[in-house]
């Protein structure tokens, strides 16, 4: 591994970079606070699915068994939309993004 501050190559038992000595920095940490957005936006996109399906069935009458390709648009623009807002959500909460 690498420090990310340096780039000198480090131990993986080293807890300090010996070349700048400051504390090395796993990837792993960077790579799980950037799928705490994608979960928000996930999370939120699912509800508004859900919501969608639950409640937008009334606008978009089924005729027989036919896919309303107009209902699956639809659902794929709030499912974008609620995607959005979950990754804003996550932005005015503090997200990573954000911190600094
Ligand atoms: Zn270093």
Do not use: H, Q
């Not at 480090?10 to 070349?19: H, Q």
């Not at 005729?63 to 932005?91: H, K």
Request: with cysteine.
């Amino acid at each position: 591994m690498r420090c990310l501050n340096c780039l000198t190559v480090c131990n993986a038992a080293d807890s300090t970079c010996p070349g700048c000595n400051k504390p090395l920095v796993l990837g792993r940490r960077s790579r799980s606070s950037g799928f705490r957005v994608s979960k928000y936006a996930l999370i939120c996109m699912v509800v508004g699915e859900a919501f969608f399906n639950t409640y937008g069935r009334r606008w978009f009458p089924s005729t027989g068994n036919d896919i309303n390709m107009e209902f699956v648009m639809w659902a794929g623009v709030v499912g974008a939309g609620c995607a959005v807002v979950g990754a804003f959500l996550d932005m005015m909460l503090g997200g990573p993004s954000g911190a600094k």
